[in-house]
């Protein structure tokens, strides 16, 4: 980028910086704001990678693992053992909800891959994108979209707690051939930076819940700050693989999300679920949980190209997961009473 535009970083920066100032003062735009300043980092990123890869000769990028480690506590402490009730009570939504995702994504991003012929290890990140579960951004979609809070909520334990024995095999079956995987050693890995931290917050939401109001408050913060920080990383140790192949995995990010987010809706409307449902699952089979892609490709150590999928991914989940929830949002579901007057369901809230 920089080598194409070399005086044009300064302005490209502060574009999306006051560009999101700009959406700051409004209530309808308020939701990009976030995205908007990622923007804005990774563009400095691009254009100034010196200042994001080491610090006193500290490399950088050994903060991902325990920083992915800390957004996972945060979303265990934001969860509690109820949430895995709905398995029992949402039998079928649950069992949809979690074979469309593990069937959908992955060989979606399988085909991708193939598609626009990446060199073998961002092939893989693309993949890997793919079979990774849900992450909590869904569960703050789903509740935009008037969708079911309480269907996100368990499709997003029951993938996270599926992710060790799922992903492992799944990576080995589509993306051994670009890139060596050992199934034991990313299941290991998972648990470690997914499962445990996970199991930690759940302990302590179950104990200490309200009682320490302040890290509840503070948590989503430090969460959204590391995944900033964190792809700032990325993008600064892949600026090159980027400058390659960048528009062509942004392209591929892209229908890889919408091609989710529309697979899982119309697949539940295929078996008459009710929209709500098609909503939420449609949510959760587009959005990923690209920390934990990114901590895969750290462990594997191949942060700078498996990593740069899950890098693009997240920023642009959340752009459309913002403008899907908006859309929903205006024209909530339905039901039909007993007069065949069509009324709005209201969201249902833990």
Excluded at 54 to 64: E, N
Excluded at 178 to 190: E, F, H, K, L, Q
Excluded at 194 to 205: D, W
Excluded at 309 to 335: Q, Y
Aim: aromatic share 10%.
């Amino acid at each position: 980028m920089s080598t194409i535009l070399p005086f044009a970083g300064p302005f490209v920066i502060a574009f999306w910086i006051v560009l999101a100032i700009i959406c700051s003062r409004r209530e309808q735009t308020r939701g990009f704001v976030y995205t908007l300043t990622i923007f804005a980092a990774v563009t400095t990123a691009m254009y100034y990678p010196q200042y994001f890869l080491t610090v006193g000769g500290f490399d950088l990028s050994k903060l991902i693992t325990p920083l992915i480690q800390i957004i996972m506590f945060g979303m265990g402490t934001a969860m509690s053992l109820r949430d895995f009730y709905g398995v029992i009570k949402m039998p079928m939504g649950v069992f949809t909800g979690v074979v469309c995702h593990f069937t959908i994504m992955p060989f979606v991003g399988w085909f991708l891959a193939h598609l626009f012929k990446f060199p073998p290890e961002i092939a893989a990140g693309v993949v890997l994108i793919g079979t990774v579960p849900c992450g909590m951004a869904s569960n703050v979609i789903s509740y935009l979209a008037k969708a079911n809070l309480a269907l996100s909520v368990t499709l997003t334990a029951v993938s996270t707690m599926l992710a060790p024995f799922v992903t492992p095999f799944l990576m080995r079956w589509l993306a051994g051939s670009y890139v060596d995987i050992s199934v034991t050693a990313m299941m290991w890995d998972i648990c470690k930076i997914v499962i445990l931290p996970v199991a930690a917050g759940l302990v302590f939401n179950h104990f200490l819940s309200g009682k320490l109001k302040w890290l509840d408050n503070i948590m989503p913060k430090i969460s959204m700050s590391a995944i900033a920080f964190i792809i700032v990383i990325i993008t600064a140790k892949g600026r090159e693989s980027l400058l390659d192949v960048g528009v062509l995995l942004i392209v591929s990010s892209l229908i890889h999300n919408l091609s989710g987010y529309a697979l899982g809706y119309w697949l539940c409307r295929l078996i008459r679920m009710n929209e709500q449902d098609c909503r939420t699952i449609a949510i959760e089979v587009g959005m990923q949980n690209g920390g934990l892609a990114t901590a895969i490709a750290k462990n594997m150590g191949k942060i700078a190209t498996v990593g740069l999928a899950p890098a693009v991914f997240g920023p642009l989940m959340n752009v459309t997961g913002s403008l899907l929830a908006s859309w929903w949002h205006r024209h909530p579901p339905v039901k039909v009473d007993l007069n065949d007057k069509a009324v709005p369901l209201e969201t249902e809230r833990l």
